[in-house]
């Protein structure tokens, strides 16, 4: 069985099948219909680079490196000037696949360290096609050069510069090449009778936001929105490959995000997280539910809908799983199996950890929350106009100032309350 992860930067509320107001992801509606729901699904951060980590190595951040103690619930992050990245102490999920005869891809944002020991191909991937960060810029190329495209090991060019990113207009066909480059794989795999794993990761919602010219002015949503629906166009041609080359039924694929909608660029190229409060960057709903579904046809029954409480750790898991292959028994993996979950409808008991830095704010167990920690940002960036909780005051919760509950955790009761407004 092949596998597909795609791995976005959306909210909850940005899907239609959640309840999206202008419907604009009809194809992501559409795999949730032939496939399985997940209601419960968290990252592992409430930032991009740890949940990824977290992601391929099937632990949380504060085991795999991925995290600050240099700042009491910073998140850790690495951006172009941090020099560090995934140790290669880490077994990642392309190099266990390996072992399976598979061959991996990554197309997309890396974001797991830019100097040469931390290239993909150095950690399990047989090909690449990206970046190993955002798309920030333009930079003045003196003091902080634009940041790199990689082909594999040769870098091919800069964003901005041989990869345009047009800020006016919010032009970028950077999707469509992202898109070509995964039906291009996934052919070239089936034509070699080849087991694969796809890690499509591309960052057209990550402000500054982008969209190809088809796309632009498209959507009810403005920018964002355009860029959530040619996002979603894609993951409606990358299904139809695989059905249209026989595979469908061979490979698994999940959807899912790295960490809620960032708020901080709401309204004009924010995403939703629904009813959840506040957004990216906190360990409130809304900074780490994410929308999940998987599709597998002929395995999983259309129109399941899951309230296993799942985490992207365990797509690690998983996909060891469907390869045939044990997890790694020197080490702790916070990842489960879901197969048993999505074939069976089974649910497993586990807990859900939210953590900031090195810290543990809070911890799901069934319906309940407790929070061991509130903050939403500090007084200092909120003074900036930096705010992750934009409109969502929930006095007492949403705190500016790092609040301790550790004697007397702030429980909520996320079925009644899923929006954390009424403390038990």
């Given at each position: 069985t092949?596998?597909?992860?795609f791995?976005?930067?959306?909210?909850?509320?940005d899907?239609?099948?959640f309840?999206?107001p202008?419907?604009?992801t009809?194809?992501?509606?559409q795999?949730?219909?032939?496939?399985?729901?997940?209601?419960d699904?968290?990252t592992a951060?409430?930032?991009?680079?740890?949940?990824r980590?977290a992601?391929?190595?099937?632990?949380?951040?504060?085991?795999?490196?991925?995290?600050?103690?240099?700042?009491?619930?910073r998140?850790?992050?690495?951006?172009?000037?941090?020099?560090?990245?995934?140790?290669?102490?880490?077994?990642?999920?392309?190099?266990?696949l390996?072992?399976?005869?598979?061959?991996?891809?990554?197309i997309?944002?890396?974001?797991l360290g830019?100097?040469?020991?931390?290239?993909?191909?150095k950690?399990?991937?047989?090909?690449?096609?990206?970046?190993?960060?955002?798309?920030?810029g333009?930079?003045?190329?003196?003091?902080?050069?634009?940041?790199?495209?990689y082909?594999?090991?040769?870098m091919?060019?800069?964003?901005?510069?041989?990869?345009?990113?047009?800020?006016?207009?919010?032009e970028?066909?950077l999707?469509?090449?992202?898109?070509?480059?995964?039906?291009?794989?996934?052919?070239?795999?089936?034509a070699?009778?080849?087991?694969?794993?796809?890690?499509w990761a591309?960052?057209?919602?990550?402000?500054?936001v982008?969209?190809?010219?088809?796309?632009?002015?498209?959507?009810?949503?403005?920018?964002?929105?355009?860029?959530?629906?040619?996002i979603?166009d894609?993951?409606?041609?990358?299904?139809?490959?695989?059905?249209q080359?026989?595979?469908?039924?061979?490979?698994?694929?999940?959807?899912?995000?790295?960490?809620?909608?960032?708020?901080?660029?709401?309204?004009?190229?924010?995403?939703?997280?629904?009813?959840?409060?506040?957004?990216?960057?906190?360990?409130?709903?809304?900074?780490?539910?994410?929308?999940?579904?998987?599709?597998?046809?002929g395995?999983?029954?259309?129109?399941g809908?899951?309230?296993?409480?799942?985490?992207?750790?365990?797509?690690?898991?998983?996909?060891?799983?469907?390869?045939?292959?044990?997890?790694?028994?020197?080490?702790?993996?916070?990842?489960?199996?879901?197969?048993?979950?999505?074939l069976?409808g089974?649910?497993?008991?586990?807990?859900?950890?939210?953590?900031?830095?090195?810290?543990?704010?809070?911890?799901?167990?069934?319906?309940?929350?407790?929070?061991?920690?509130t903050?939403?940002?500090?007084?200092e960036?909120?003074?900036?106009?930096?705010?992750?909780?934009?409109?969502?005051?929930?006095?007492?919760?949403?705190?500016?100032?790092?609040?301790?509950?550790?004697?007397?955790?702030?429980?909520?009761?996320?079925?009644?309350?899923p929006?954390?407004?009424?403390?038990?």
């Open positions: 092949s596998s597909g992860v791995l976005l930067q959306m909210g909850w509320g899907l239609g099948v309840g999206e202008s419907k604009e009809p194809h992501l509606d795999m949730a219909a032939e496939g399985m729901l997940f209601l699904f968290y951060n409430p930032l991009c680079s740890p949940s980590a992601l391929l190595t099937g632990r949380l951040p504060v085991r795999n490196g991925f995290y600050t103690t240099n700042g009491h619930a998140n850790a992050y690495t951006p172009q000037d941090i020099v560090g990245g995934i140790p290669d102490s880490e077994l990642l999920l392309p190099e266990l390996k072992k399976a005869g598979y061959t991996n891809k990554i997309g944002k890396w974001h830019h100097r040469p020991q931390f290239h993909p191909l950690h399990g991937f047989d090909e690449w096609f990206g970046s190993p960060n955002c798309h920030f333009p930079y003045d190329n003196r003091e902080r050069p634009n940041i790199p495209v082909r594999d090991w040769e091919v060019g800069r964003y901005y510069e041989d990869f345009k990113i047009d800020l006016k207009t919010g970028a066909n999707t469509q090449l992202y898109l070509q480059e995964a039906l291009d794989f996934i052919s070239k795999q089936q070699s009778q080849q087991p694969f794993f796809l890690y591309i960052d057209a919602t990550h402000a500054p982008y969209a190809s010219k088809q796309f632009l002015g498209t959507s009810q949503r403005g920018l964002y929105g355009d860029a959530v629906r040619e979603d894609s993951v409606g041609k990358i299904l139809h490959r695989l059905q080359l026989g595979i469908s039924e061979n490979t698994f694929v999940f959807f899912t995000s790295d960490n809620g909608a960032a708020l901080i660029s709401a309204p004009r190229q924010g995403g939703s997280n629904g009813p959840f409060l506040c957004g990216k960057q906190t360990t409130f709903e809304g900074g780490m539910r994410e929308p999940a579904i998987a599709w597998w046809p395995h999983i029954p259309a129109g809908v899951s309230h296993q409480l799942g985490s992207v750790m365990d797509l690690f898991s998983t996909s060891l799983s469907l390869a045939g292959l044990q997890p790694p028994s020197d080490r702790q993996i916070d990842g489960i199996d879901l197969l048993p979950v999505i069976q089974q649910l497993v008991d586990r807990p859900i950890f939210y953590y900031r830095g090195n810290e543990l704010m809070a911890v799901r167990a069934g319906l309940y929350k407790a929070h061991f920690w903050w939403s940002n500090s007084w960036e909120r003074s900036k106009g930096i705010d992750f909780c934009p409109g969502q005051n929930v006095s007492g919760v949403t705190t500016h100032t790092q609040e301790e509950h550790t004697r007397l955790p702030l429980l909520f009761h996320l079925g009644r309350d929006g954390e407004k009424y403390p038990l």
